[in-house]
Nanobody, 124 residues
Framework: QVQLVESGGGLVQAGGSLRLSCAAS????????MGWFRQAPGKEREFVAT????????YYSDSVKGRFTISRDNAKNTVRLQMSSLKPEDTAVYYC?????????????????WGQGTQVTVSS
């Protein structure tokens, strides 16, 4: 079992930065690939970024590549999403997810555990 709690969301102006954190509990965290997804009102949940169990491999959606950075600290059971050059279209609820596999994935159905989400709003 893995429990996930996101934090760090908020309101920011376009061009600004935010750092999201996901605190994980459960003994399987260090062997779990992690991901960030987001869901805007009226839209489906979409992939943002994923990282392998040891942090060696990362993947990003084309819409955030070069602006967002995913990282993890297994000693602190934490995964982070550093977001820079934010745009109004980045506005969404951001979710942290974990999968019972060391291999990162870009599809929401491949994840086994989800946090409650944190709201990110980017004003123009």
């Amino acid at each position: 079992q893995v429990q996930l709690v996101e934090s760090g969301g908020g309101l920011v102006q376009a061009g600004g930065s935010l750092r999201l954190s996901c605190a994980a509990s459960g003994r399987t965290f260090t062997s779990a690939a992690m991901g960030w997804f987001r869901q805007a009102p009226g839209k489906e949940r979409e992939f943002v970024a994923t990282i392998s169990w040891a942090g060696a491999s990362t993947y990003y959606s084309d819409s955030v590549k070069g602006r967002f950075t995913i990282s993890r600290d297994n000693a602190k059971n934490t995964v982070r999403l550093q977001m820079s050059s934010l745009k109004p279209e980045d506005t969404a609820v951001y979710y942290c997810a974990a999968r019972v596999s060391r291999v990162p994935a870009t599809i929401a159905l491949d994840y086994d555990y989800w946090g409650q989400g944190t709201q990110v709003t980017v004003s123009s």
